[in-house]
């Protein structure tokens, strides 16, 4: 079977000469969801609108559903929801209308539409809100109707951009359970939360510069950091790199990385190699504020591909 979205050697250089995407590559198999992951301005928001038929590139091939995006965009978007970080709602009206206007500009009427309504809003637990304007509602019920509007003309694959942006930690992981209940379907979601990514994705694509950096599930990445991850902030930021010398070639210790105040280093044995790094610091008079050790997560995978940490969006 081929893949719901495939994208080759995608080049896209906008106006003085920034290259957003330089041979960019990725597959979305059906039923896969694929979490795109990269920092602001590695090529990630350029790769959706190309495979939504917003932006074409300059070179490279990339279809959805067999559908050949920049020949066939009409089909494309028959064939894709599309979930943006900016709600897509109409304030004014009620979470009904705004379904059965969805509904409307994919060609559905009469009781077809209002069945799918129904469902929809019973799904996402919005009926009895249904009567009610939007502006009224919480962030996660409209993050909810968000998804739901993109899912009414029964997508074969959905595009998920930031879907959890500004919500509070519990309509994040309600959202999450609405997600993942999703099966069958192929989903290309684009996040700042490595949690969300951890939890939701199947497979993770980095992104860094226009390119991918990195493959591969979760679990996969994250076990190719062998060892421990060892954290230390030391207290004043300027000392970060005098700190990063003084550690740099400490027998236990390898690839130390800095963060702003932060540094970090992967080691075989973490609680062994802590005394001697604290040692070395205390050597060069750089004051620690604090130490942690613990085992690799989707974050000391982030830095060592993209070289630094995520930034998370407000």
């Known amino acids: 079977m081929p893949p719901a979205v495939l994208a080759r050697d995608l080049v896209k250089t906008y106006p003085k000469g920034v290259k957003a995407l330089d041979h960019l590559s990725l597959a979305v198999e059906p039923g896969e969801i694929v979490g795109l992951l990269g920092p602001n301005g590695a090529g990630k928001s ?15 091939h990339a279809e959805v559903m067999g559908h050949d995006v920049a020949r066939h965009p009409g089909r494309v978007r028959t064939a894709i929801g599309v979930v943006a970080q900016r709600s897509g709602l109409d304030p004014a009206g009620t979470g009904r209308e ?77 959202l999450w ?17 490595l949690d969300e990514a951890d939890r939701l994705a199947d497979r993770l694509v980095i992104v860094d510069g226009g390119r991918v950096v990195a493959e591969g599930t979760p679990d996969r990445l994250k076990g190719e950091l062998r060892g421990d991850a060892v954290h230390i902030e030391v207290r004043e930021t300027p000392e970060a790199l005098q700190a990063r010398t003084a550690l740099t070639g400490l027998p236990g210790l390898r690839e130390v990385t800095v963060d702003g105040s932060r540094l970090s280093a992967r080691a075989d044995d973490g609680a062994a190699a802590v005394p001697a790094a604290l040692a070395a610091l205390e050597a060069h008079g750089i004051r620690v504020a604090t130490v942690t050790v613990a085992r690799p997560s989707l974050d000391d995978v ?13």
């Open 177 to 193: 359970q609405e997600i993942r209940r999703l099966q069958g379907m192929a989903i290309l979601l684009t996040t700042h939360y």
């Open 46 to 60: 350029t790769t959706v609108k190309i495979l939504t038929t917003l932006a074409r590139a300059d070179s490279g």
């Open 98 to 174: 705004n379904l059965t206007l969805q509904g409307h500009l994919f060609g559905l009427r009469g009781a077809e539409l209002r069945r799918r309504v129904d469902e929809l809003l019973e799904r996402f637990d919005l009926t009895e809100a249904a009567g009610r304007r939007t502006r009224d509602w919480s962030g996660g019920m409209q993050r909810r109707l968000d998804v739901a509007m993109g899912l009414v003309h029964r997508p074969a694959v959905l595009f998920l951009d930031e879907p959890t942006t500004g919500l509070d930690p519990e309509a994040r992981a309600a």
């Open 302 to 314: 982030y830095l060592k591909h993209a070289g630094r940490r995520m930034e998370v969006a407000a």
